[in-house]
Protein backbone atom coordinates (compact mmCIF):
# COMPACT_ATOMS: atom_id res chain seq x y z
CA UNK A 1 0.00 0.00 0.00
CA UNK A 2 2.80 2.49 1.04
CA UNK A 3 4.37 1.91 -2.91
CA UNK A 4 1.01 2.49 -4.55
CA UNK A 5 0.70 6.08 -2.72
CA UNK A 6 4.35 6.92 -3.60
CA UNK A 7 3.61 5.55 -7.23
CA UNK A 8 0.67 7.61 -7.62
CA UNK A 9 2.57 10.68 -6.12
CA UNK A 10 5.40 9.75 -9.05
CA UNK A 11 2.63 9.43 -11.77
CA UNK A 12 1.05 13.06 -10.54
CA UNK A 13 4.11 14.51 -10.40
CA UNK A 14 5.22 13.57 -13.87
CA UNK A 15 2.35 13.94 -15.07
CA UNK A 16 1.50 17.75 -13.38
CA UNK A 17 5.41 19.10 -13.60
CA UNK A 18 6.17 19.65 -17.51
CA UNK A 19 2.40 21.36 -17.87
CA UNK A 20 3.59 23.48 -14.88
CA UNK A 21 7.15 24.16 -16.58
CA UNK A 22 7.15 27.43 -19.16
CA UNK A 23 9.56 26.76 -21.82
CA UNK A 24 11.54 30.30 -21.57
CA UNK A 25 11.12 30.83 -25.32
CA UNK A 26 8.11 30.02 -25.57
CA UNK A 27 6.51 27.38 -28.44
CA UNK A 28 8.47 26.76 -31.61
CA UNK A 29 6.29 28.60 -33.64
CA UNK A 30 6.08 31.89 -31.73
CA UNK A 31 8.37 35.20 -33.02
CA UNK A 32 10.97 36.68 -32.02
CA UNK A 33 12.86 39.73 -33.18
CA UNK A 34 16.33 39.00 -34.21
CA UNK A 35 18.95 41.44 -34.92
CA UNK A 36 21.67 41.32 -37.57
CA UNK A 37 24.77 43.37 -37.52
CA UNK A 38 26.51 44.55 -40.93
CA UNK A 39 29.63 44.27 -38.93
CA UNK A 40 30.23 43.50 -35.38
CA UNK A 41 33.75 44.88 -34.87
CA UNK A 42 35.19 47.94 -36.34
CA UNK A 43 39.05 48.94 -36.62
CA UNK A 44 40.37 52.38 -35.93
CA UNK A 45 43.72 51.13 -37.38
CA UNK A 46 46.69 53.54 -35.90
CA UNK A 47 45.86 56.82 -35.29
CA UNK A 48 47.97 59.96 -33.32
CA UNK A 49 46.52 61.15 -29.75
CA UNK A 50 45.43 64.36 -31.31
CA UNK A 51 43.00 62.36 -33.40
CA UNK A 52 42.26 60.14 -30.73
CA UNK A 53 38.11 61.04 -30.12
CA UNK A 54 36.49 58.41 -32.41
CA UNK A 55 32.54 58.13 -33.65
CA UNK A 56 31.56 54.88 -35.46
CA UNK A 57 28.03 53.61 -36.34
CA UNK A 58 27.33 49.84 -35.99
CA UNK A 59 24.44 49.32 -38.64
CA UNK A 60 22.16 46.62 -37.82
CA UNK A 61 18.55 45.47 -38.92
CA UNK A 62 15.63 43.75 -37.83
CA UNK A 63 15.36 40.17 -39.47
CA UNK A 64 13.03 38.34 -37.31
CA UNK A 65 9.28 38.61 -37.06
CA UNK A 66 8.96 40.92 -34.35
CA UNK A 67 9.76 44.26 -33.02
CA UNK A 68 13.34 45.15 -31.48
CA UNK A 69 13.47 46.71 -28.93
CA UNK A 70 17.34 47.56 -27.15
CA UNK A 71 16.87 47.18 -23.63
CA UNK A 72 20.51 48.44 -23.01
CA UNK A 73 24.28 49.40 -24.57
CA UNK A 74 27.05 49.36 -22.35
CA UNK A 75 30.96 49.46 -22.92
CA UNK A 76 33.57 48.42 -20.92
CA UNK A 77 34.88 51.33 -19.92
CA UNK A 78 33.53 54.92 -19.57
CA UNK A 79 36.01 55.90 -22.51
CA UNK A 80 33.67 54.43 -24.63
CA UNK A 81 29.92 55.72 -24.67
CA UNK A 82 27.53 53.85 -26.84
CA UNK A 83 24.10 55.34 -28.19
CA UNK A 84 21.24 53.46 -28.96
CA UNK A 85 17.40 54.00 -30.45
CA UNK A 86 14.92 53.77 -27.76
CA UNK A 87 12.04 53.09 -29.61
CA UNK A 88 10.97 50.03 -31.32
CA UNK A 89 12.28 48.85 -34.71
CA UNK A 90 9.77 46.86 -37.01
CA UNK A 91 10.54 43.60 -38.76
CA UNK A 92 13.17 44.84 -41.88
CA UNK A 93 14.01 47.89 -40.63
CA UNK A 94 17.47 49.06 -40.34
CA UNK A 95 18.96 51.60 -37.84
CA UNK A 96 22.40 51.90 -35.89
CA UNK A 97 24.24 52.07 -32.45
CA UNK A 98 26.65 55.07 -32.45
CA UNK A 99 29.75 54.70 -30.65
CA UNK A 100 32.13 57.37 -29.29
CA UNK A 101 35.69 56.89 -27.89
CA UNK A 102 37.06 59.26 -25.77
CA UNK A 103 41.12 58.26 -26.77
CA UNK A 104 42.57 61.97 -26.15
CA UNK A 105 42.09 61.61 -22.60
CA UNK A 106 43.85 57.88 -22.38
CA UNK A 107 47.35 56.27 -22.88
CA UNK A 108 49.04 55.33 -25.86
CA UNK A 109 48.70 51.78 -26.97
CA UNK A 110 46.47 49.00 -28.63
CA UNK A 111 42.59 48.99 -27.42
CA UNK A 112 39.71 46.72 -27.72
CA UNK A 113 36.86 47.45 -26.23
CA UNK A 114 33.58 45.73 -25.82
CA UNK A 115 29.83 47.02 -26.13
CA UNK A 116 26.93 44.45 -24.94
CA UNK A 117 23.91 44.95 -26.37
CA UNK A 118 20.64 43.69 -24.16
CA UNK A 119 17.57 43.17 -26.78
CA UNK A 120 14.48 41.63 -26.33
CA UNK A 121 15.20 38.71 -29.43
CA UNK A 122 15.39 35.08 -28.21
CA UNK A 123 19.22 34.91 -27.95
CA UNK A 124 18.95 38.66 -26.25
CA UNK A 125 22.71 39.31 -25.71
CA UNK A 126 24.99 40.39 -28.47
CA UNK A 127 29.02 42.12 -28.77
CA UNK A 128 30.20 44.66 -30.61
CA UNK A 129 33.77 45.52 -30.23
CA UNK A 130 36.04 48.89 -31.21
CA UNK A 131 39.86 48.49 -31.86
CA UNK A 132 42.76 50.16 -32.73
CA UNK A 133 46.28 51.38 -32.09
CA UNK A 134 46.75 55.11 -30.78
CA UNK A 135 50.37 56.78 -30.55
CA UNK A 136 51.70 59.77 -29.50
CA UNK A 137 52.08 61.03 -32.78
CA UNK A 138 51.99 59.18 -36.25
CA UNK A 139 55.33 58.96 -38.24
CA UNK A 140 55.67 58.59 -41.93
CA UNK A 141 57.28 55.18 -41.34
CA UNK A 142 54.76 53.66 -38.85
CA UNK A 143 51.50 54.61 -41.27
CA UNK A 144 49.92 51.95 -42.91
CA UNK A 145 48.91 52.11 -46.56
CA UNK A 146 45.35 52.65 -46.69
CA UNK A 147 44.80 48.93 -48.61
CA UNK A 148 46.23 47.56 -45.43
CA UNK A 149 43.81 49.38 -42.98
CA UNK A 150 41.11 47.90 -44.22
Request: hydrophobic share 35%.
Amino acid sequence: MKNLKYFALFLFAAVIMPAQAKNVYGTEDEKYPEITFDKTTIDFGLFDRAHGDKTCWFVFTNTGDKELLILSANSTCGCTVPDYPKTAILPGQKDSIKVTYSGSTRRVGTMKKTIAITTNCKINSAYLYIQGEMVEELVADRVKPEEEQK
